[in-house]
């Protein structure tokens, strides 16, 4: 599995903000069948989460992969992981080679279509430590990732995230930001997304 950068790596100019595109990490072909196994293969589940005092289920399935006793909480959630499959690790792999990050743990998110998302939130859960390392890669349909500054309103960005592409989030990106992928009336295809993490 080689990754090959078809094009520049693209670096955003934010203020309180570290973050990095990759748009080819993957080329079409070795993405292609990644999303294939990871649609396949993935143990996915839903899980209830609270709104206004409200039980919904989670507008996406999850999965989570990772080393041996470094579970993961989010909006009450808290979720053991599985042991590392060969393609993850592999994956994992090539995604330490260019962020210079070990990762513990992979989240991974199935957006069966436009209606699933994830609301505005921040990867800033104390067991990910001060100036978190985020490193989020994207597989099958392209959707938009919205980020917006915590206190200067009018700072706000879009990204389309692509299939095979790399999303790079470091430095105070985490206690500054807060990010999202709306929901969207239009039609859309599925998407994976794995979002590689440091437990402490």
Known sequence: MNSLFHSEPIVFDL???T???????FDKIEADIIFDKLTNETPWQQDEIKVFGKTHPQPRLTALFGNEGKS???SNIKMQPHYWTLLLQKIKSQV???TDTNFTTVLLNQYR???DSNGW???NEKELGMNPVIASL???AARIFQLKHNTDKTLKQSII???GSLLVMKGTTQHCWKHQIPKTAKPVGERINLTFRVIQ
């Open 138 to 140: 994207s597989f099958g």
């Open 15 to 17: 203020p309180d903000a």
């Open 96 to 98: 330490e080679s260019v």
């Open 72 to 74: 993961y909480s989010y």
């Open 113 to 115: 279509d436009g209606k």
């Open 121 to 123: 939130h921040a990867d």
């Open 19 to 25: 973050i990095t595109y990759f748009p080819n990490f």
């Open 161 to 163: 995230l692509e299939h």
